[in-house]
């Protein structure tokens, strides 16, 4: 009876011993006649997961990949998950947001991989139609981020709708407005919830996948456009930094930049996401 238990109980450690590996390790997917490797992604719906879907429809099997993933709807848990080991990368932020994240949570020891598309800031309205007709006072709605309330702060810049102290660099805030000649209403709110305030404030800069994913490049006027010219906010690939060599990883990266990946988003989102090199 001993040796019945001790078998049973070297058999159940064997287990659990496999099932602490990480998601890549554990999954295997024998459709095809052949392994593949699955690494989960934690993405925003729109575009990230989209790409990825293609990804994983036209291009992974053939790579030796079978990619699951795992959709996030804000900016707060994605690096947490990655950090934590429940996703294999993540695929949604740009590099500030991943600095600003890193300064917060020394210990998160994240990589960037590499940048794959842009997505540009707009300024949308739904009841003024031009950017001129915006009144004195109105409210303009703002990511409450740091990094993105800094890109949406430029962007009013860019128009010459506020002025920013130069010494702020690319942590600008509300305090750091020097001029101010509409005196507009600046609004913070999170960055997912942009597109909803639409109803409650005159207009708001919204981030890109929020505005694609409210419809609002066809419901809203779009005020404004941020210059994507040397725009340093590309969206990326991102890993734990022990993950930065992996193969699975590098051919991922490579697929994220494939002929067809571009061609699909140039076609499907038409100058609002913006394809990127790898070295841009």
């Not at 917060?104 to 003024?128: K, T």
């Not at 949406?152 to 130069?166: F, H, R, V, Y």
């Not at 494939?258 to 989102?269: A, G, M």
């Amino acid at each position: 009876m001993r040796k019945i238990w001790a078998i049973i109980g070297a058999a159940a450690l064997t287990t659990a011993v496999a099932a602490c590996g990480s998601p890549s390790e554990q999954a295997q997917d024998d459709e095809g006649g052949g392994d593949r490797t699955t690494l989960r992604v934690g993405a925003s719906p729109v575009p990230h997961a989209e790409i990825l879907q293609f990804v994983q429809d036209e291009l992974a099997a053939d790579a030796g990949l079978n990619i699951e993933i795992v959709e996030f709807t804000d900016y707060n848990q994605p690096n947490a998950a990655l950090t934590e080991g429940e996703i294999d990368a993540n695929y949604f932020q740009n590099v500030p947001f991943l600095d600003e994240y890193a300064a917060a949570n020394p210990d998160a020891d994240l990589s960037w991989v590499a940048n794959v598309h842009l997505e540009a800031f707009g300024l949308y309205a739904e009841d003024i139609e031009d950017l001129a007709d915006l009144p004195d006072g109105a409210q303009v709605g703002v990511p409450n981020d740091p990094a993105n309330l800094d890109r949406a702060l430029k962007l009013l810049e860019s128009e010459e709708l506020l002025t920013l102290d130069p010494e702020a660099g690319d942590a600008a805030t509300e305090n750091d407005v020097q001029d101010n000649p509409k005196d507009l209403e600046l609004v913070p709110v999170e960055a997912a919830q942009l597109p909803r305030s639409l109803a409650d404030v005159d207009a708001a800069v919204v981030n890109g996948n929020y505005a694609l994913e409210a419809d609002l490049p066809e419901t809203a006027n779009a005020l404004a456009w941020e210059d994507t010219e040397d725009n340093p906010y590309g969206n990326g690939l991102v890993v734990r930094a022990d993950d930065a060599g992996s193969e699975d990883i590098a051919t991922l990266n490579e697929l994220l930049h494939s002929d067809e990946v571009r061609t699909f988003i140039e076609e499907q989102w038409q100058g609002v996401v913006i394809p990127l090199d790898a070295e841009s």
